[in-house]
């Protein structure tokens, strides 16, 4: 049973950190740096290595 406990524990955690959970030791996001256009959100995501089109 502990095994299962820590399995499930562990991807609690991760699953967490993925949807930017972390214990709030990061900084709220700025409404003034959010996403305006498409061509801001295309070089975002072409920054993370992704492409349009």
Do not use: H
């Amino acid at each position: 049973m502990a095994g299962y406990y820590q399995e499930y524990e562990t991807f609690r955690l991760v699953v967490d950190e993925a949807l930017g959970g972390g214990g709030g030791s990061q900084p709220k996001p700025n409404e003034s740096d959010a996403i305006q256009s498409f061509d801001q959100l295309a070089k975002a995501f072409a920054d993370v290595g992704g492409t349009l089109g």
